[in-house]
């Protein structure tokens, strides 16, 4: 069989090619070309996400089926018995069954290059068919790329190489971003430093700020090789202060004279006069009431009411932020009525949502939550809006009216944020630790992930070193094993946001090795969630495996999941060794980051648990990241298609 294209003749050459890896691919996979060695190629055939690397021979007659104008030529696999590829021109095979079809190199190899030289992809990424294209830069497709193997945040992987299983930090770390860290080099300085999570606050910046913000933490996920989550906060209907005439702080003092307003000003803002976007505000508060400013950072008296104004002293200076929250008190009890007669999510909020919505950020907290219905409601938009997307809604615990309904609104969260700041502007302060502690339990108890913010390191917004009593409040959080830790205006606007994150990181670990160092096993009584008998066996097997691995001291469990369930169920046990997460969804793996001792990889499994151990073995090892004489615990919820009735298991295996 042959043709002509112009001087060209065109055969078929058959490639001698040999079995690398796991089993023979059938037709319909997908072909990647790329450099082997001097003489030889390598190409990696893909179907479903599942690789199959076969070895190439006899390089020069595969360059002689290129034509010069190699962007027309094409690869298909004719027939693929034992071995054996067929090279042909488009125009080659008619009248015979294709299989798969891939537009080829879009170069032929120089045959006196170095091999180093050469060691990047033939196959240029633009020629890909489009369900490749989709596998390998599009973010919306739950697969892992197939050119990545194993894909790990590069600061964990630095870790678990240089300190082992054990020496990973089992607490995340959200930051805050804000005109201190938003470049591409203090996002990355950050990522180095152990955030996992990015916050964007939606009380401040613009619209494209914030989208350039989102755009630099993709770029860094996907040039560096991290796994930075994006968070969006949105601003809520509480009552709140204004932007303070495009300063980023204003400082008082004590006993001057400030004018809250509703009024609109055309121009900039008189001196000492702050904006409030509730209309109400004038006619609802009283002489003599006490305003509250951001959870108590500064706090004013009312002196007197003059038409839309309401004239105060301040009697406890301090630091005003943009768009701080408000509160007003009289007689020592908060004043509800304003606050109640607004919206949880207003249409401020609901149009910041459709924002993070078209950027596709991982989570959206939802601020001053007071009822389970709004999270279901949200929930659904959500899903209307973009069913292909997987974003979690949490929950900021920061109003009174949350505490009276809090089991059901974490019930149906994906996760919940104590936002104490707010939160201890509407409750004594001496009720904050308990109730604190009280939603880090619940959320434990019902398997959510729960975020402590606020005022972790105040000090740390102008002071390089924290206080002593700051630090003993973040260990006593660390100890409590809450999910994660968050850092506010310390990362946002302070002069020392690398320092703060540090200074969590460092905290966290040493206050966890000495939880292990002391065998403080949390003695917390799980509930039972699960109903159905499915669900029950996997709780309890996750239970098992996690009393197990605490009893025999293994380095690490290992869980395959498709859907992160059984991840989160070990994680609400808290066992001492880290937990590996394998799965094969990008939305599943990053919301995993947000949850204590999980770490989470990317990874084309199989349906066959020990192939996927021996794969998984083989590729840590490989990569440095665990040695011969490892000792860990495996537990799976990926059930093969054709097998309902699978039988799930606990295993206990030595890495060889």
């Known amino acids: 069989m042959a043709h002509a294209m112009g001087a060209l003749p065109l055969q078929l050459y058959s490639l001698r090619a040999e079995e690398n890896l ?127 193997l194993l894909q790990v945040d590069a600061i964990t992987e630095a870790e678990l190489k240089e300190n082992g299983f054990r020496s990973t930090r089992r607490t995340k770390l959200v930051c805050t971003i804000g005109p201190a860290c938003c470049t591409f080099e203090q996002l990355e300085a950050l990522a180095i430093g152990g955030m996992n999570v990015a916050r964007i606050n939606m009380c401040h910046g613009t619209k494209e700020w914030h989208q350039e913000v989102i755009k630099s933490i993709r770029k860094l996920n996907e040039e560096k090789g991290y796994s930075v989550a994006v968070m969006m906060d949105t601003e809520g209907s509480e009552i709140h202060m204004g932007d303070l005439g495009g300063a980023t702080s204003t400082k008082t003092e004590d006993g001057e004279r400030w004018v809250f307003s509703v009024r609109k000003f055309e121009e900039s803002l008189p001196p000492r006069t702050l904006q409030v976007n509730y209309d109400g505000f004038a006619e609802d508060v009283m002489t003599g009431d006490e305003l509250v400013v951001d959870g108590g ?109 809090l089991e059901d609104i974490i019930r149906v969260s994906d996760g919940a944020m104590v936002a104490r700041g707010d939160l201890g502007a509407q409750i004594p302060l001496e009720q904050v630790p308990a109730v604190q502690k009280e939603v880090v339990d619940l959320c434990r108890q019902l398997n959510k992930p729960v975020i402590i913010a606020s005022q972790l390191l105040e000090s740390m917004i102008e002071c390089p070193t924290p206080t002593r009593a700051e630090v003993a409040d973040v260990s006593e959080m660390v100890r409590q094993r809450v999910d994660a830790l968050m850092l506010s205006g310390e990362s946002a606007m302070g002069q020392y946001p690398e320092k703060a994150l540090s200074v969590l990181r460092t905290v966290s670990l040493r206050m966890e090795q000495w939880c292990r160092e002391e065998k403080l096993h949390e ?134």
């Open 22 to 148: 796991l089993s023979r691919p059938t037709t319909g996979s997908l072909m990647r070309f790329s450099r082997h060695d001097a003489r030889n190629f390598s190409f990696s055939i893909y179907k479903h996400s599942q690789l199959r690397k076969w070895e190439i021979r006899e390089r020069r007659q595969f360059q002689r089926a290129l034509p010069k104008s190699g962007k027309d030529f094409q690869i298909m696999q004719k027939q693929i018995l034992h071995v054996g590829v067929t090279a042909v021109h488009k125009d080659g095979m008619k009248g015979e069954p294709k299989a798969s079809v891939i537009k080829t190199v879009e170069r032929p190899v120089d045959e006196g290059t170095s091999s180093e030289s050469q060691d990047s992809s033939i196959l240029s990424t633009k020629y890909f068919p489009q369900e490749l294209k989709n596998a390998t830069t599009n973010r919306k497709t739950d697969g892992a790329s197939p050119t990545a």
């Open 297 to 405: 950072m500064v706090r004013f008296k009312v002196v007197e009411k003059v038409g839309p104004d309401v004239h105060c002293q301040c009697i406890d200076p301090g630091l005003l932020l943009p768009r701080a929250n408000l509160t007003f008190w009289r007689n020592g009890h908060l004043v509800r009525e304003g606050n109640a007669m607004l919206p949880t999510i207003s249409s401020k909020d609901w149009i910041d949502i459709d924002f993070g919505i078209s950027e596709e950020v991982d989570f959206i907290a939802v601020s001053f939550v007071k009822s389970a219905d709004v999270i279901k409601h949200l929930k659904s938009y959500v899903a209307a809006r973009s069913p292909h997307l997987s974003i979690g809604i949490l929950a900021k615990i920061e109003s009174c009216e949350s505490l009276t309904c």
């Open 523 to 656: 003695s917390l009584c799980l509930q039972q969630l699960a109903t159905v008998l499915p669900d029950r066996i996997s709780e309890q097997i996750c239970n098992s495996a996690a009393l197990m691995a605490n009893k025999l001291e293994v380095d690490a469990i290992f869980v395959y999941t498709k859907g992160g369930h059984m991840a989160s169920l070990l994680c609400r046990n808290r066992p001492d060794c880290p937990i590996f997460a394998f799965t094969n969804s990008r939305n599943v793996r990053i919301h995993l980051n947000l949850q204590w001792g999980l770490i989470p990889f990317s990874l084309d499994f199989s349906d066959d648990m020990e192939s996927n151990l021996r794969r998984t073995f083989s590729l840590l090892k490989a990569r440095g990241m665990m040695k011969t004489g490892d000792l860990i615990i495996a537990v799976s919820d990926v059930i093969p298609d054709t097998q309902s009735d699978m039988l799930q298991s606990i295993q206990v295996r030595r890495i060889s």
